[in-house]
């Protein structure tokens, strides 16, 4: 076995998904729910209830206002949320000031329920509040610029055990924070192992897979951060009339679980294959056909059988001697004699130095951006609702599961280029029509609850989107650049995720903007897809040379089936 070893063809000879990799997935799928789980905190943890100004002593007040007042009388204060304006008469003549809330704040919910109402982040200190969530949304960005390298060069399980374990130390301190200065801290910290674990995660889901099973990894990996939505609203829930702290502690401790990563979770064959570790690649094949009841001399043969893949930037020089100390050196496994083979290694730079890569990773990264965009952003705008804010973000979450159930079912049919240029094309769609929809709903009442469907409509597209592109993403890249190319894209992509906040802000004043810049983004989106190219049915890229020639078959604007597809059905429909 060698880097250019049909590593499909192996997963295949194992069973396809068979026990050892539904128990690997399932190790997954608990690991990629908890992603979600201090995302969604701060619409509890954070949360601004009612407020206004505390009662004051008028009298008192004036007073230092007015240093010789006296015969004061029709004293009348008025409460606001900010300051607090007062009218009096002082000696025959009447006063009129304001000041911005003398005696703190008085809430409609305990001090201890929230950051907010602890530390009264409110009028003047409300951007601190939002600066927190703005830092965990830089921290996936950081997370993902140092981890996904780091999980191409030493391996996706020790970055993956490394990024959770800091993950759940992170989440537990986070409750000890005396300030919201310590605590912004802890937020920027838990964003960033959170990057790398969702990085990680989604990588080794879909590299577990054969070609014709890969998205079923990326579409169970979308829905555990969707279940993982709902699972933090529902503890939200039950944790309503607790302090914030204790709310923090218990998301935090439910990542303890990472010690089964560390005892069960195996490396990526695709990986091992890769970066030339056999003798790791064979025990784990091993293992993998005890689980699922296959003969390892069968699964191997089968292998041997299989012409291996070829490619200009492998180099295969076996040595004239076995005892050779050359760079090709003879390994012994089960008998047979192998020959290491040159392993390449890529970094950020390998996209830059070639220019196709590099204009597709610039098209990939202008669809991250949209995607995070208009997740983030409608999400956002859904918990504005009126209504309980935990019911409003269950339901919100559920409406995710359809969108990502329908792309299961026709990404493997249609391809991952197709199904996001409709999901795309649906959200522009959408959008421009709830826009328009709101615009003339005074004139006509019924046009309102349909902007709203629109609206919803457009969520359970960019859902759609924002799952497919996490599939398409990393099948584009070689295996040793394929962490670094989905972590360029997730890092950049966070403009949009960090922009998206203001789209309620915008909502305020304008409240179409928001729809009409998604829906703008959204059809630029889709025309950039039409010059990309297909990867389904294709097995994953293994160097920069293999990916370069899947450019080769591509046309501008080209929306036929891909070649080596229709090559495909041809031979099918022949036989």
């Known amino acids: 076995m060698d880097p250019g070893t049909d590593v499909d063809h192996v997963l295949q000879a194992l069973g396809n998904v068979g026990r050892y990799q539904k128990f690997q997935l399932s190790m997954l799928f608990v690991f990629m729910l908890e992603n979600a789980f201090h995302l969604i905190a701060a619409n509890y943890i954070s949360y601004r209830p009612d407020y206004n100004c505390k009662s004051v002593n008028a009298t008192e007040l004036i007073y230092n206002q ?5 015969n004061i009388s029709d004293i009348h204060v008025k409460y606001g949320k900010c300051e607090i304006d007062i009218n009096a008469n002082v000696t025959g003549t009447e006063y009129q000031f304001s000041q911005s809330c003398p005696n703190g704040y008085e809430y409609d919910m305990p001090r201890d329920r929230s950051t907010v109402t602890e530390w009264d982040l409110v009028c003047e200190g409300s ?56 605590f912004s801290v802890f937020r920027l910290l838990i964003g960033t192992f959170q990057g790398g674990s969702v990085m990680t995660g989604t990588t080794m889901c879909v590299e577990l897979l054969p070609t014709e099973f890969r998205h079923q990894g990326e579409g169970l990996a979308f829905l555990a951060w969707t279940l993982g939505i709902v ?18 502690m218990i998301l935090g401790l439910l990542s303890w679980h990472v010690v089964f990563d560390w005892l069960f979770l195996d490396e990526s064959l695709r990986w091992l294959l890769a970066n030339g570790k056999t003798k790791q690649a064979i025990k784990i094949i091993k293992k993998a056909a005890s689980w699922n009841n296959q003969s390892f001399e069968s699964v191997m043969e089968s292998v041997k059988k299989k012409q291996p893949l070829t490619s200009m930037e492998l180099v295969i020089q076996p040595p004239e001697k076995p ?9 012994e496994v089960n008998g047979t004699t192998e020959v290491k083979q040159k392993v390449h290694k890529y970094s950020a730079f390998t996209i830059l130095k070639h220019k196709k890569i590099l204009l ?17 952003g409608l999400m956002l705008m859904t918990s504005k609702f009126a209504g309980d804010r935990y019911l409003n973000n269950i339901l919100g979450a559920l409406a995710e599961v359809p969108a990502i159930i329908f792309q299961q079912l026709i990404i493997n049919r249609i391809g991952r280029r197709y199904v996001l240029v409709m999901y795309h094309g649906l959200a522009g769609v959408t959008l421009i029509a709830s826009s328009l929809c709101f615009t003339y709903s005074k004139q006509y009442d019924w046009l309102t609850p349909l902007s709203t469907f629109f609206s919803i409509l457009g969520r359970f597209a960019a859902v759609g989107s924002f799952s497919s592109v996490f599939l ?22 966070r403009i949009g995720s960090m922009i998206s906040p203001f789209a309620a802000t915008l909502a305020e004043h304008v409240f179409w903007g928001p729809a009409v810049i998604f829906a703008v983004l959204n059809i630029i989106c889709t025309v950039m897809l039409l010059t990309l190219p297909e990867t389904m049915g294709r097995p994953l890229p293994t160097t920069v040379q293999e990916m370069k ?24 429909n022949n036989s």
């Open 66 to 70: 007015y240093k010789s007042a006296s």
């Open 127 to 182: 951007a601190r509040s939002e600066l927190a969530q703005t830092l965990i949304m830089l921290g996936q960005a950081v997370g993902a610029a140092i981890f996904s390298p780091l999980s191409d060069r030493y391996g996706r399980r020790p970055i993956n055990i490394l990024s959770r374990s800091l993950y759940l130390i992170a989440g537990v301190t986070a409750m000890f924070s005396p300030s919201i200065a310590v």
């Open 231 to 248: 699972f933090t609203s529902v503890v939200g829930y039950i944790c309503q009339n607790l302090p914030w702290r204790y709310f923090q």
């Open 323 to 331: 005892e050779s100390n050359g760079n090709h050196q003879p390994l």
């Open 360 to 376: 597709v990773s610039v098209f990939l990264w202008v669809i991250w951006i949209t995607n995070t965009l208009t997740y983030y």
């Open 472 to 493: 398409y993403t990393p099948e584009l890249y070689p295996t040793n650049l394929r962490n670094v190319g989905l972590g360029m894209a997730s890092t950049i992509s």
């Open 549 to 572: 020639t899947w450019f080769k078959d591509k046309k501008l604007f080209d929306v036929r089936w891909p070649k080596h597809y229709r090559n495909r059905k041809e031979m099918s």
